[in-house]
């Protein structure tokens, strides 16, 4: 059975810092890419950034230049640093990854519990 957790978030400041992370476990035969998205109150759950297994990164034009996704490939986990944060900031941030389990031929896209980012003005 394959899982993430994530861990990280919590109450900061604007213009404070905060980072997360999100480590895969299980049955793993590979991992592709992967992400976080976020999702406030009564909003639909957008994309924040993600990286290819290659380390290739995307970012929504929201967060670019303050957020900054990384991945370590031996450890299977992803993790986001977000600086300079803003009240909007505030959601619910999952992480995602695309993830081929061990013995079976198909990638599946598998999702972390969720953390609070609340961001205070």
């Known amino acids: 059975q394959v899982q993430l957790v994530g861990s990280g978030g919590g109450l900061v400041q604007a213009g404070g810092s905060l980072g997360l992370s999100c480590a895969a476990s299980?049955?793993?035969?590979?991992?592709?890419?992967m992400g976080w998205y976020r999702q406030a109150p009564g909003q639909k759950r957008d994309l924040v950034a993600q990286i290819t297994t290659g380390g290739s990164t995307d970012y929504a034009d929201s967060v670019r230049g303050r957020f900054t996704i990384s991945r370590d490939n031996a450890k299977n986990t992803v993790y986001l640093q977000m600086n300079s944060l803003k009240p909007e900031d505030t959601a619910v941030y999952y992480c995602n990854a695309a993830i081929q389990p061990l013995g079976i031929p198909t990638v599946y896209i598998y999702w972390g519990q969720g953390t609070q980012v609340t961001v205070s003005s």
């Open positions: 299980g049955s793993i035969f590979s991992i592709k890419g």
